[in-house]
């Protein structure tokens, strides 16, 4: 399978001892979206450089041609056969291009988001030599500049104090911090986040057929302490604070691991989870980052290889049944995606917000939307092609584009005005 396509342990976590060590046994007396949310002057107050705080996924590892990276996984054919549900408006571009990078920053801006977090595959990789031109765009429509650590070696656990300290060396040091994301906690205390997906997983799993096999890249727990306290004893008295997060719903073991939180990726966990998840992660001792997301809906492979025996095609989400050959269906998938939108949105900022936990506490707060361009996963943000501007080949593709192609990022823009607008909540 291609590369993009990266598991996650979280929903089989969610329900299981793991998940009800802390936390769930009181969300039912507080479930969002019953918990009010705060006046938008309290946010600027307690963190000035609020923008700095919602920071998309971005994605910089699309190539044009000829050989067009990432746009023809799954034997897709770009360009007008690409992997992806929707098409975007600009085609299958080329991230390479200062062009493309300038309105893609236009965009993030007009979202009234500060920050990208762009996923990076290792030192030297394909998406770390895009690095210095993003920034370089980015930085000029005053965006920050942050990373989401990949799975991209079964021992990148093993090297993550490395990878972290080349991040802050690289893109940090050597450009005088000019575009990398230092944001202000409540405190005023200031420092670098980053995320790391696929941390906590298990030693073995069981497939479909019940086989059981080793876990490649499961890190043990010693090994992700001994490299974060490295990071912490390196850094010390560089930043007023480091703060590392782990993709995971299990609290025992992230802050064994010795993470400061978690920093959800998974779009299959939906906003009415986002209390007891903020409850159990409180419990534990741990600072909570759950996403704004717009559900999912990932392209699947025309063939899938006959040795991969327990593969099925992943379910949308939210789920629901739609026929996609008519356009009054792709509308109807649209709006349950505006929806997932505005409810996640506020689910996130609710509990982020809410004393009794521990990010009101400790005066962080911070939001990952998910995501600016992971077109494979179907949860883009940047516009699609309007419906109407498909070409006659293009529809022949089966995209599923609604009428509107910049709605996401419109009603996204609508909550963050609403969110800033002193005195007033996100409708």
């Not at 699947?300 to 629901?320: G, H, I, K, N, S």
């Not at 505005?342 to 900022?349: E, G, K, L, P, Q």
């Not at 609604?402 to 969110?419: K, Y």
Request: proline share 8%; net charge negative; hydrophobic share 35%.
């Amino acid at each position: 399978m291609a590369r993009w396509h990266r598991r996650t342990f979280l929903q089989g976590l969610l329900g299981t001892g793991a998940f009800a060590l802390a936390g769930a046994r009181r969300a039912e007396a507080r479930e969002w979206p019953h918990v009010p949310l705060p006046a938008g002057d309290d946010l600027t107050r307690r963190f000035p450089d609020l923008r700095r705080h919602f920071a998309f996924e971005y994605y910089p590892w699309y190539g044009g041609p000829p050989d067009y990276v990432h746009w023809a996984d799954l034997d897709r054919r770009p360009p007008l056969d690409v992997a992806a549900r929707h098409l975007p408006r600009l085609g299958a571009y080329d991230v390479r291009s200062p062009a493309v990078l300038e309105q893609h920053a236009r965009w993030i801006r007009e979202s009234g988001a500060g920050a990208v977090s762009l996923s990076w595959w290792g030192p030297g990789s394909w998406e770390d030599q895009r690095v210095h031109l993003v920034m370089d765009v980015f930085k000029d429509h005053d965006l920050a500049v942050t990373f989401g650590l990949e799975p991209y070696a079964p021992d990148r656990g093993q090297r993550f104090a490395d990878d972290v300290l080349y991040l802050l060396r690289e893109y940090g040091e050597k450009r005088r911090y000019d575009a990398f994301l230092l944001p202000r906690n409540e405190d005023g205390s200031r420092g670098p986040v980053f995320k790391g997906f696929r941390t906590i997983v298990p030693d073995a799993e069981a497939d479909c057929r019940g086989r059981v096999s080793p876990v490649p890249d499961h890190t043990p727990d010693d090994v992700w302490r001994g490299q974060i306290d490295r990071i912490r004893r390196t850094l010390r008295g560089e930043f007023d604070r480091v703060t590392l997060l782990a993709d995971s719903v299990h609290f025992a073991r992230t802050p064994a691991s010795g993470f400061d939180g978690i920093g959800i990726y998974d779009n299959f966990i939906g906003p009415e989870q986002y209390a007891a998840i903020a409850d159990a992660a409180s419990e534990a001792g741990l600072l909570f980052s759950l996403n704004v997301n717009p559900g999912y809906d990932q392209i699947e492979p025309r063939q899938v290889p006959p040795e991969d025996d327990c593969y099925r095609p992943r379910p949308l989400a939210p789920p629901a049944e739609y026929d996609w050959t008519r356009e009054e269906e792709r509308e109807r998938a649209a709006a349950a995606s505006l929806q997932r939108i505005r409810d996640s949105f506020r689910a996130t900022v609710a509990v982020q917000t809410d004393p009794r936990l521990a990010n009101r506490q400790r005066g962080f707060f911070f939001v990952y939307v998910n995501s600016f361009n992971e077109w494979h996963e179907g949860h883009a943000f940047e516009p699609m092609k309007d419906a109407k501007d498909l070409t006659p080949e293009e529809r022949r593709q089966g995209y599923r584009n609604p009428a509107r192609g910049d709605q996401r990022l419109a009603v996204l823009s609508e909550l963050m005005q609403g969110l800033f607008a002193a005195g007033r909540a996100p409708a």
